[in-house]
């Protein structure tokens, strides 16, 4: 992917620089969305927006249920419940998060 991104610049060619850097993303997110330390990651960043949730109740439910799978090992379990709890929060801060676009098309 080097090669191509160096040979993609030399010739200024936009689309297929932001074709490898989708690639890239991809290959990241696949490995990313497979570790624990992604998924604390993610518990932590609900907990910090829990006052900016549209519906509290259910955010704090989701997220409840996200840090139990989580204390489980189970990640999916986490993610689940953890895009559940995301979907309360509004625009600007779900796509503070680096992750919301890849989380999504997981």
């Known amino acids: 992917m080097r090669q191509e991104a160096e040979r993609c610049l030399k010739i200024e060619d936009e689309k297929g620089l932001q074709a490898i850097e989708r690639r890239a993303d991809d290959l990241y997110y696949k490995h990313a969305f497979k570790t ?6 993610f518990v932590e960043y609900l907990k910090i927006h829990y006052l900016t949730a549209s519906d509290p109740i259910m ?3 989701y997220l409840k249920r996200a840090e139990e799978c989580l204390l489980r ?18 625009q600007d801060k779900a796509k503070e998060n680096r992750f919301h676009d890849a989380g999504l098309r997981q």
């Not at 624990?36 to 990651?41: K, V």
């Open 36 to 41: 624990d330390s992604h998924w604390i990651g």
């Open 73 to 90: 090992g189970d990640l999916e379990g986490v993610r689940s419940f953890g895009y559940k709890a995301y979907r309360y929060l509004p």
């Open 59 to 61: 955010y704090q439910d």
